[in-house]
């Protein structure tokens, strides 16, 4: 068992919690995640480890479905099932003196201890963070504080109106850097890749999305790069942008939408029967 020791809602649909576990704390590096269960009967969630200091861990997660949900009603205090980590290679930083780190939604999340890394190395960061709205803006200060930061909203509502994709062609046309980072949905992550492949700019993107129970043994993450299949939880999360082939993924994740969000709508409403029952 491990209790969540704190707990904050970044918008209505993201929270980040903290847990205090010394091994994972000590192992953890940049773009490596963790396996959380809620309860004994619960799914394994891979969630990203969003920031590590002393033995706190967080991870931020957005509730898309049961076990989010589920993790979501969890209070300061109370016990998380069990958790294992860290999980999956970290992210190559080494040698990376000028980067675009982009993250798209709670994909930001992820992105953090990327650019923040990147900037403990002595790299020229700069970032760009993508929201349908300002009401959804993650993390703000904390990329400012560690990189040159752009925000962009789909109805320029704060920032920059428009796509990050329309920032990274600006700042790439303008000036040289040796590696994009993208974590965020499927579609964002494609067009990243396409807009830096003309330029030849190193592009590294996380499978984290597409993600299920951690170990390579359920299948689901399964992504064809450079026209071999590999398994985001243990061949990465981490792969070139410009080898995966976006398409299929994109194909096969949307398979599960209807399941999931069904299952999450079942798990909501009999816990709202529950507390009229109380």
């Known amino acids: 068992m491990t209790k969540i020791i704190r707990k904050e ?119 760009i ?37 329309n920032v990274l062609k600006d700042l790439i046309e303008k000036d040289d850097y040796d590696s994009v980072y993208a974590i965020g949905p499927l579609i964002m992550m494609k067009y990243v890749a396409l807009t830096t492949k003309d330029k030849n700019v190193k592009t590294i993107v996380s499978m984290n999305p597409i993600m299920v129970d951690g170990t390579g043994m359920c299948g689901g993450c399964r992504v064809s790069v450079d026209g071999k299949i590999r398994f985001a939880c243990v061949d990465g999360p981490d792969f070139d942008g410009h080898k995966v082939d976006f398409d299929e993924t994109i194909k096969r994740n949307n398979f599960y939408k209807a399941f999931e969000r069904e299952d999450y709508d079942n798990v909501k409403h009999n816990c709202n029967l529950f507390k009229e029952v109380k």
């Open 9 to 127: 809602a970044l918008n209505d649909s993201i929270i980040r919690i903290t847990i205090s576990d010394q091994d994972i704390a000590c192992h953890a590096k940049p773009g490596q995640f963790a396996i959380l269960r809620v309860n004994s009967n619960g799914e394994r969630i891979p969630l990203t480890i969003h920031n590590v200091n002393g033995n706190d861990v967080s991870f931020i997660y957005q509730i898309v479905g049961r076990s989010t949900y589920e993790l979501s009603k969890l209070e300061v205090g109370d016990d998380i099932e069990d958790v294992c980590g860290p999980l999956g290679k970290p992210t190559e930083i080494d040698g990376v003196k000028k980067a675009i780190v982009i993250g798209g939604g709670a994909g930001s999340a992820i992105a953090y201890p990327i650019a923040k890394a990147l900037k403990d190395k002595g790299a020229d960061v700069t970032s």
């Open 129 to 165: 963070l993508g929201f349908r709205n300002k009401d959804l803006i993650i993390l703000e200060k904390e990329f400012s504080d560690v990189s040159k930061l752009y925000i962009t909203t789909d109805d320029g509502s704060y920032g920059v109106h428009g796509l990050v994709t």
